[in-house]
């Protein structure tokens, strides 16, 4: 039996997912969380085969979760499920631990291929995002996506930002100070080029960073 941890915000994404692979044979959803803390928990407590995790989540997001999960719990394997299709992130999440990475426009039959070939100890990354990584490698073309230059911490702080939380906020669920918080969201606008957190928020929304609906 695999057993699945659902990680997203969105109840009716759970909710679909859910259906899906309570209708596959030898699958098991043990569990939901809809935000990164509540999956690091879980995952401490539970331990499941599989982790189906999203990135952008209030409070503490996909990346920090994962990488937290890939700390603590070592046997537990990570797919990233996002709408976040665009490098850095597959690469980013890839590099901190995760076993698989599926966009959320991958169909029924592609997840279930995914999370069994992850559990049999494979690596997976939908196609269309592994050509795209293989020919950033060998053209060495990196400029297209300014969102490359970012460090984690910075794709972390990006994302929290572009869903409207504060300074403070960040600084409490990351146990950073106000200070150290503002310095990396500072150093964000110098390598962007922007002025501002609705200019961060359009231009992580014209490079798929985001999806719409996470930026209000």
Same mark, same amino acid.
């Given at each position: 039996?695999?057993?699945?941890?659902?990680?997203?915000? #969105?109840?009716?994404? *759970?909710?679909?997912?859910?259906?899906?692979?309570?209708?596959?044979?030898?699958?098991?959803?043990?569990?939901?969380?809809?935000?990164?803390?509540?999956?690091?928990?879980? $995952? +401490?407590?539970?331990?499941?085969?599989?982790?189906?995790?999203?990135?952008?989540?209030?409070?503490?997001?996909?990346?920090?979760?994962?990488?937290?999960? $890939?700390?603590? $719990?070592?046997?537990?394997?990570?797919?990233?499920?996002?709408? @976040? $299709?665009?490098?850095?992130?597959?690469?980013?999440?890839? %590099?901190?631990?995760? #076993?698989?990475? /599926?966009?959320?426009?991958?169909?029924?039959?592609?997840?279930?291929?995914?999370? +069994?070939?992850?559990?049999?100890?494979? +690596?997976?990354?939908?196609?269309?995002?592994?050509?795209?990584?293989? /020919?950033?490698?060998?053209?060495?073309?990196?400029?297209? @996506?300014?969102?490359?230059?970012?460090?984690?911490?910075?794709?972390?702080?990006?994302?929290?930002?572009?869903?409207?939380?504060?300074? %403070?906020?960040?600084?409490? *669920?990351? @146990?950073?100070?106000?200070?150290?918080?503002?310095?990396? *969201?500072?150093?964000?606008?110098?390598?962007?080029?922007?002025?501002?957190?609705?200019? /961060?928020? #359009?231009?992580?929304?014209?490079?798929?960073?985001?999806?719409?609906?996470?930026?209000?």
């Amino acid at each position: 039996m695999i057993n699945v941890l659902l990680v997203d915000d #969105h109840e009716l994404v *759970r909710t679909g997912i859910r259906r899906i692979l309570d209708d596959v044979r030898g699958f098991k959803v043990v569990g939901e969380a809809k935000d990164g803390e509540a999956a690091v928990q879980f $995952c +401490r407590q539970h331990t499941p085969n599989i982790v189906l995790m999203d990135m952008n989540m209030p409070g503490m997001g996909g990346l920090e979760a994962t990488k937290k999960i $890939c700390r603590y $719990c070592p046997d537990v394997k990570i797919i990233v499920l996002t709408v @976040n $299709c665009e490098d850095p992130f597959p690469s980013k999440v890839m %590099q901190i631990g995760a #076993h698989g990475f /599926l966009t959320k426009g991958a169909g029924s039959d592609e997840m279930v291929r995914a999370i +069994r070939s992850v559990h049999a100890g494979q +690596r997976y990354i939908a196609p269309e995002i592994a050509q795209q990584i293989a /020919l950033a490698q060998v053209t060495g073309r990196t400029d297209e @996506n300014p969102f490359q230059s970012l460090s984690e911490r910075e794709l972390q702080i990006m994302l929290m930002i572009t869903k409207g939380e504060k300074a %403070q906020d960040i600084a409490e *669920r990351l @146990n950073l100070s106000s200070k150290t918080v503002n310095s990396y *969201r500072y150093r964000m606008f110098e390598k962007l080029n922007v002025g501002g957190d609705v200019e /961060l928020t #359009h231009l992580a929304i014209r490079h798929k960073m985001i999806d719409i609906d996470v930026s209000y």
